[in-house]
Structure formats: C-alpha cells, structure tokens
C-alpha cells in the first residue's frame, strides 16, 4: 500500500495563516496538558477496571424493585450526600426515591453510624428489613 | 458477543440512514460520499429513535418485539427500493472511489485521534452526574417501568428535569434492545459515536468547502482538548445537541448554495430531530426554522424555490412528530421555574444582568478551552481588516487583564460596566463585519445573536437558581454544544471566496 499524495494548499491570507499557527499552538498546549490526565487514569486502572457509581446501594436493587416510591432519609445535607442520593436513584430505578421525606410506608436509610440508624428506626416507629453490607437499610413503618 | 448485540442497532441505524439518502437522491443531486457515511448516521439513529418513543405512543410500555420489527421493516423496504432502484438505472450503493486509500486515509486519522477518547469513554462508564442522574435514569425508568412509565415525570424527580425530551433515553435505549438488558456499554457508545460523528462532519463539510486539508486541523484541535473529551465521555445530550445543530446548518447552507432537494430534506429533518434533544435545542430549532426560510429566499433567482420549501417543511413536520407529541401531551411544567419580573421573593436586577453578560467573557477565556474560544473570537473580529488597531485594542481590553497576569487589579478597577460594554462592542464589530454578512453565511450571525438573546433572557428572568451557581454549571455545556458550528462558520468565513456574494 503506497502512501496518497496529498497536494498541501497552504493558506494565501495572513488571518488564515495566523488561525492555523494558533491552531497548531492549542494543539501543542492540549497534548502537554493531556499527558498528566492520562497518568492519572492510568494509576486509577491499577485498582478499578473503570469508574463505579452507587455501589453502597448494590444488592438493594432486587428488594425494591417492586416498590414504587421509596422515602430516602439521610443524615448529612452535603454536596456528598445529594451525589449519593443521585447515585441511590439511579441504581434503584424505576423505584423512585423521595429525598429526605420519611412520610413514606419504605424507607431507604442513609446514615453515618449504625446508632444514628437504630434511633432514627425507633423514631419512625419502623422495622428493619434489609441491610446490605454497606449499611445501607431499608425499612418499613409499622402501621 | 454481548458487545456485538450493543452495537448492532447503530449498525442498522447507520444503514437505515443510507439508504434513505440513497433514495432520494438523483445522478444529478448526490451527497459527497464522506459526507454522506455522517448524515447517514445521524439520520438512521433518528429514526430509530423515533420508533422507540413510537412503542410508548401506541402501546404505552417498551415493546421489543415492536422496536426491532419497525426497524428491520424500515431497513428491508429500503434495501428493496435500492435494488429496484439499482436495476433500473445501475447507479451503484456506493460511489466510485468511496473506499480509494485517498478517501479513506482521513477516516483512519479520525479513528486514530479517537482512540484516547474511546479508552477514557470506557474508563468513565458511567460518565457525569447528569448521566446517571438525568440521562441514563430516564432511560432505565423507560426500560424498566412497563406500563408505568410515566411515573418519570412526577415532580419528586424535579432533579432528573422530567420536562427534557427523551431523543436521547430511546437511543439508549435502541441500544438495548437486542441485549434486552440496561447494559452500559450503550451509552458509552451513544456519546461516542455522536462526539466522533460531529467531528468527523465538521472536518469532511470543512474540507468540502474549502477544498484545504487543514480542514482536518479542526479535528485535532477539539479532540486534543482535555475539557472536550470530558463533556463528550460525560454522556451528556450536549454533544447530540452539537451534533444535529452543525448538521442543520451544513444542510442548509449547502441548500442555498446547490438547491438539492435531498439538503432540504435533511436540513427539515435535523431541525425536527433537534427540537427533541434539550429544551435550548427546541429553542435552537425554532430560531433556525424562522431564519432559514428568509435565508433561502433571500438573494437567490432560483425557480426551485417553492418546491424546495415544501421539501423542507414535509420533512420537518414528519420529523417532529415525536417532538409534538411529547411536548404537546407527556411533558411536565418545567417546576425550577420563577419567573423574576414578576417575583417579589426573587425579583430580577440589572445586576444579574451585568454578571451574566460578565461571565460570558470569563468563560471564552477560561483555561478550560486552552485559548480556543479566544482564537474564534478573533477570527471572527479579524475576518474584515477594517478598524484592524480597533480590534486588536478591544481584543487586548477585553480578555489582556483576565488571562495576562499581573493586570488583575487593573481588571478590578474598571469602571462599573466596562466588561459589558466591551462585550456590547464586540458582538456590533462581528455584526458589522461585512465579510460575515455574506448572504451564503449570515445566518451564522443571526441565529448566534438570537440565541445568545433567548439564552441570556432565560438566564436574566428565571431566578430560581443562584446565577453563579447556574452559570459555572450549565453555561460551558452550551458552549460546548456549539463549539463545532462556530468553529465551522470561522473557517469557512475566512476560507470563502471574498468576491463571491
């Protein structure tokens, strides 16, 4: 296979010629500043084949699967903690989650420790009925 | 073998879309062969997607059975009439020369400059937070809810924008259908195959009207940028947006400029498929739709031209039907919505205004885009070298005390105003350029200058998000949708023949 000739037809004007200068130049700039975001991923790919979101509500999926609308208590209001609700969301889907309102027969508790989750269970007057192994618990109301 | 169930669908797509152009094209009118392969694709994965969302319509739930049937009946009767078509006058499937190394030669600098964003792609399965939260849920609530699928848009899901088209969600979901599981590697594939098809339009239409080989520069330079592949890889609707935009615009420029019916087909079609991507698409969409009846008309003696504008409005209109639909009977009130003007507990101010218009500035010279959006910028101002020292003087005003450092306090101590005023200067100097107001090209300017109005409207009266907030989120995803079509309009601005009109 022979390489095709391509006839290069440089440009004529000075702005076409200075819009491929700094074209080039981006270029050089975008592969210097690609290089460390490469390393990056590739110190990632050490340890994760890729990228995992909603793990801790792994296993969850299968319960709620026929519930259709699922109250999501949480302890902590952070950036964190709504990107774990996002992530609850959509592992648990179709089941939709309600954030933060507990006025709901199921309910997904999201909390720091298992003490805060057992006083909170005793609040709501509710009984546990999974608990995966990142603590993740979800609950029914006694009625 | 899962992998190949995942990327069958597109295949079909992809051949769909072929077909289709093949047949309504003539010896006379014919597509560029590369050019072609994109729209093809482009315009197969939106039919398909419609006759995903056709399931929801008529039998309220995903039916498999009726998805890949629609598709395959589509295909064969296609396949049919391009055998009846290819006895009849013997044009082949393919052109002459489409499969020449000198055609084919680009197509491999296009795979090999994509293969970082392929690795990354597959690294970030997931992608970004609007993925699995927006995106990537609908999609799972479409597959997954049987009859009941309409539960996505109750106002608990306010987070997940229930008001959003789903033109993205049943591609997802076409990708499912044959390995009838939620697998990722769908959407991995979706948000590739648009980054790489949007890429990969604008070099060969760029290299078609200019006839120059830097065409495939523009290529390199997107997807050399660390912060395009992050947006692209993140499966966002943004790169769909881009994608069905630029394709809009290449059609009807080439519309005008040849009067093939088979441009106003397509240009119709991209515009229907556009309006159901995002709501600033259907924004996008309708502006173009009012611009590009008057942009054909306008300076042009053609007697075509009436039979052409019904071409186009057909097509739109069959085009639209899911979009119609969807908004006329399935999509919830947009709930993160105050209207500031009337408000009393979030009124508007003329400071809000002024930090928009601000923010602009910052964002063309954010780091984020390494420089690029500053060179359009310029390239735009440059383009007529009239008032060339004004230009460079404002050039240097506007984005010196930003990016220059050191002269941040000088920055800082501008009269109140100053950035928008330089932000008002610029946009009349690229209004005024004469170069730009060629009848083949004005409407770049137009739609830009209207869009940039209705989107900088919404920002001013909606005070239901913090402006910072909003902007720092959501501003650089409209950029980034129309980085490809500005960066066309540049280079084919500076490319055109300046004695042509």
Redesign the interface.
Known sequence: ??L?S????W?K?L??R???V??????I???I??IP??NR?KT??KYLK?????GKFLGLENIT?KI??LGYYSDTNDDESN?LF??A??IL??T????NNTNHEFILLVCKNDLQALEKIKELNAEPLFVNKFGMILIRRKP | MNLLLVYLPFFISFTIGYLAINLFSSKEHKIPPSIHLFLAAGLGIGISSSIVFSSFILFNQFNRLFIISGNLIVLCLLTIIQILKWNKDKSPIFPPNTFS??AL?PFLFLIIISL?LW??A?????GG?DA??VW??KA??LF??GD??K??F?S??W??SPHYPLFLPCTILWGWTFINQPDVEASIFTSFLFTFLTIGLLSFALRHKT????SF??A??IL???FY?KLSLSQYCDIVVSFYLLASFFCLIELKETHHPIYALLAGTFLAFLSFTKGEALIAALIILCLAVPYIFWKDSAKDKWKILKTFFIAGAIASIPSIIFYGFYAPKNITMINGLVSTIKPVSLFRLEYILSFYLAEIVSPNW???WL?LV??LL??D?RWIILKLCIILFSFGPIILPGLNGLWMSLPHGYNVILLLLIAILIGTNKHLLNPRIIIFPLFFIAYTAVITFYYFINTYFPIDWWLQVTLHRILYAALPTVVFW??YA??MDKTSG
Do not use: C
């Open positions: 296979m022979t095709p391509f006839k290069i037809n440009p004007s702005p076409q200075i819009l491929i700094s074209f080039l130049a981006i270029i700039f975008n592969v500043v690609f975001e490469v991923i990632f790919k890729h990228q995992v979101i909603g699967k259709n609308l990107k996002s992530q969301q959509f889907a179709p939709v989650l309600d954030y | 190394q000198k030669y970082p690795i990354h597959h690294f970030y399965a997931y937070w699995w939260s990537n849920l799972k609530f997954l809810s009941d699928w539960r996505m109750t608990i899901l987070r997940s006839k120059s080989i830097f520069l523009t390199l330079v050399s940028m660390p592949i390494n420089g690029l060179v310029a390239g440059l383009s070298q540049v280079i500076l490319w």
